[in-house]
């Protein structure tokens, strides 16, 4: 009993457990994590489902936060949702997958699994979750239709880039019908429970995917494949290029490693195909950023399995170039986890301390980027209303489009009474707006958070409106 016990597997695991866990306690959750939570406390089932139109997800993770939420779930409480499920993730994967003990632990240890799956507040866990239950059953997927079916369903309702590998498990169904003439209900099955989860997602999000304001679609063709090669990168680097050879090298082993694929034409397949995804949903959808490195990590990993499961003889040089690669993606693990145990990831926290010395019980605030997770971590006695702005368009509360004010920003900072702004150093838009705002003489610096990780790079500086030079 103690060998069972007391196996690799399970210290794996462990190890595993234990290092989410401290990252967590240590974590500054952020307004993409508290978002959902947000709008999951404040909306019914409906509303949420309805919702989805502004925000670009579907409403499945909403949803299960709305029920935690009813049972009691506070907003500090959702990582550890993650957790939860990162911790089934690393059981089953260390106990299913079928690569040797030294790639199964650094594929565990990858920035897409320990950090942006389970230690966030995001739907990326149940994507890798969902992706993981996929890869264990297709090789029996014909015996189980149904099941695999409904896994396809739930895994595209976590996010649309877990579109091209079911794009690709369904065209590869389709291929190999035609090619063998077999197992039509089955396939049947498969395809159309797929394509049911695949329009419950649109019939939500479809407003959203064609009216982004941060989609320009006049840049370069190649500036497109450089954001899908940035994701790519992010891979080996985690969230900044810590290392630029390292990240050059792991990018030109993976280049590698794809060519040496060319004798599983289903594999090569998948990798090309949800690449070639990835490029076209960055040039009509959206950008993609450090955190998406996560479905990159599932294509590859499902392509992978497929590879380890069907191929009767891995070659070692595969096997040797995916150990080099997954070590490259692990050590930028630890610079990620380490920098996030001694810096602010977020300054939530930090400036709603800040805004609580105020004596005023209603606290109103100007940024150019939403603060909703902020009033979170204000006492019970403290309203607060925040207004935050992009492209030239002004939105209070959600980002609900209807409600948006096409105004500039400037202007509106300059008509409205508010007690403070909150500048980012590292933004262009907060850049202007805090010159405008210091040449009017209205601002006084309160509070400076220096923040390490995010999409804002830079200080963070909370200034008080001095109201008596303030021009209206």
Known sequence: MKNKIFNYNNLIILIFSVVVFVTILFHEIWNDEVQSFVIARDFGFVDIFKYMAYEGHSCLYSW??????????????????????????????????????????????????????????????????????????????????????????????????????????????????????????????????????????????????????????????????????????????????????LVFIGFLLTLILICKLKDNKKVLFILLFGIACYFIFTMFIFTLNEMKCVYLFILFLFAFWIYYDEQKKIKKSVTNLLLVIMLLCTFNTAILVVSDLIHDYSFSESIARELMKDKKEHIKVLTVDHVIDVQLFLDDRYTFTSYYTGNDYVYSEYNNFENAKEISFTNFALENDFDYYLGYKGDKRSQLLTKELRKKKVLEEVYTSDIYAGYVMGDITLYKINKENYYK
């Open 64 to 245: 299960f936060l709305r029920i935690l939420i009813k049972l009691g779930m506070t907003f500090r409480h959702i990582n550890y949702i993650s957790l939860i499920f990162g911790v089934a993730y690393a059981f089953f994967f260390m106990y299913k997958a079928p690569f040797n003990k030294l790639t199964k632990t650094l594929l565990l240890f990858s920035p897409a699994v320990l950090y942006y799956s389970a230690v966030f507040a995001r739907p990326y866990i149940f994507s890798l979750f969902f992706a993981l239950l996929i890869c264990i059953l297709y090789k029996d997927r014909h015996k189980h239709p149904f099941i695999f079916g409904v896994l396809l369903a739930l895994f595209f309702n976590t996010h649309i880039l877990t579109g091209p590998v079911i794009g690709a498990i369904v065209l590869i169904e389709i291929y190999d019908y035609i090619k063998e003439r077999n197992l039509l209900k089955e396939r049947l099955i498969i395809c159309s429970l797929a394509l049911i989860g695949g329009l419950f997602f649109f019939i939500q999000v479809y407003p959203s995917l064609f009216n982004r304001g941060d989609i320009v679609h006049t840049k370069p063709i190649y500036s497109y494949f450089a954001a899908v090669l940035g994701s790519t990168i992010f891979m080996f680097s985690g969230l900044f290029s810590f290392n630029r050879v």
